[in-house]
C-alpha cells in the first residue's frame, strides 16, 4: 500500500495526510545528537492538530533534556566540549581562521583539556591570563586573541545550555606598566647574527622571504609576492615590486595604500636569494603539474599552496629563538628604516622605499627625493 503524503500545515513540523478513515496529523522533530549530527524523529496517527502539537512539545522537550543530561557542565571536559565545538564551527571558517583556533588551542587553551566546564573558575582564568601577560611575556594583542578564542568556545556551551551562563568575561586582561614599553626594532649586531642565521638554517624559499622581511617588506606583501612581480636586469641586479598582498582574511588582496605599490631594486647576495626562489617555486610548480605563469606565487609550499600569514612568524622563530632574540616582521621592518636613516639615507626615500603614504612634516620639508639617494638606498638594502 502506497504511503500517504504528508503536507505541511501552518504549524511548523505539523503535517497532514489522508487515510479512508479520514485526516491525520503527523509530527517531525529536527534535532542535534551528542555529537552534533542532525537527527529526526518522526510520529504520526494524531486525530487533531491540538494532540499532535502537545505531542511535538513533549518530544522536543524530552530531547532537550536527553542533550542535556549528555552534555553536563560538571561531567564534560574542556577537552571533550573543544572537539565538540569545533566541528561545529570549522565547516564556515576559512583555512586561515581554523590554522589560527588550533594554534591557539594547542599551544594555550589545552592546558585546560582534563577540567570540567563548571570547575573552571574566573580566578583560575585570571591566573591564566596573568601568566601569559606577565610570565610568559606575550603581547596584549595576542593575549587578547587567546581570550577571545576561549570567550567563543565558553560562549557556545552556553548556547547549548551545557553551562548557565559564562563567568570568565570579567576576566582582567592588563599589561603591567613597565611591559608595556616594547622594543620595536633590533640593533645593527642583532641584525648581524640573525643574518649569519638565516642563511645557514633557512631553505631557499625561507631565506627568500626572510630577505624581503629585512629590507622591510610586509608579511603580506611578501606572501603575495607573483613571478610577475620579479624582474632581472642584470646576473645580481633584481627588480621587485608589491602588486598584491595575501592576508588572513584574503588569498588575494591589494596592498594598504596607494604608496604601497612600489618596486625595490636588490644587488649583489639578496638579488640572487630572489632569483634562486624564483627557481625554486618554478621547480615545486613544475613537480605539482601546475604551470607557474605570470601571477603565479612565489612563496609556496610543497603541494603549491600558498602559505598561511602565519609562516613568516615561524620563520623568524626558526633563526631568532636559538640565539635568543625577540623577532617579528614588523620588527624587521622598523629596523630596516631606523638602520637606513642612521646611516645616512634620506628620510624620503626611506618612506618611499617602504611605501609609507607620508612622513613627519619636517622631514619632508628638509629632505628631497635625488637620483644620489636612491642609489644610496639600493646599496644599503643589499646588506648581504
Known sequence: ???????????????????????????????????????EKSESGFDTIKQARKRKTDLENSVNKNLASTFDGDKITF??????????????????????????????????NPVS?????????????????HEEDLTLKYVKL??????????????HDILIKNKLNRVTIQKQKQQEQKVKHVDLEDLQKLDEMAKTELNTLQYGMYVLMRIGWRRGEVLGLTKQAVTAIDEDVVDVTV??????????STPKTKSSYRTNRLTGDSAMAIL??????????????VIFSHESRVFVNSKCKSYSPAYPQIIL??????IDIS????????????????????PVEVARWLGHTKIDMTLNTYSHSTNQGQEELINFASFN
Do not use: C
Not at 602588486?243 to 588575494?252: A, G, K, N, P, Y
Not at 622563530?317 to 636559538?322: A, E, H, R, V
Open 117 to 133: 566546564l563548571t570547575k573552571i573558575t574566573l580566578s583560575r582564568y585570571q591566573n591564566f591570563i596573568n601568566k601569559k601577560l
Open 327 to 346: 623577532l617579528t616582521p614588523h620588527m624587521l621592518r622598523h629596523s630596516f628604516a631606523s638602520q637606513a636613516i642612521t646611516n645616512g639615507m634620506s
Open 79 to 112: 577537552g571533550e566540549w573543544y572537539k565538540q565545538y569545533y566541528e561545529m564551527v570549522s565547516p564556515t571558517w576559512t583555512i586561515d581562521s581554523k590554522v589560527t583556533l588550533k594554534t591557539i588551542y594547542r599551544k594555550h587553551l589545552s592546558e585546560f
Open 1 to 39: 500500500m502506497a504511503k500517504s503524503k504528508w503536507v505541511a500545515t501552518d504549524y511548523p513540523g505539523i503535517y497532514k495526510y489522508e487515510l479512508k478513515s479520514g485526516t491525520k496529523y503527523g509530527i517531525r522533530v529536527r534535532y542535534q545528537d551528542a555529537n552534533f549530527k542532525w537527527r
Open 317 to 322: 622563530d626558526q633563526i631568532s629563538k636559538p
Open 243 to 252: 602588486l598584491q598582498t595575501r592576508t588572513r582574511s584574503s588569498e588575494v
Open 146 to 159: 587567546i581570550h577571545g578564542t576561549m570567550m567563543a568556545v565558553i560562549n557556545e556551551a552556553v548556547k
Open 276 to 289: 634562486r626562489a624564483l627557481e625554486k617555486a618554478e621547480s615545486i610548480h613544475k613537480s605539482n603539474h
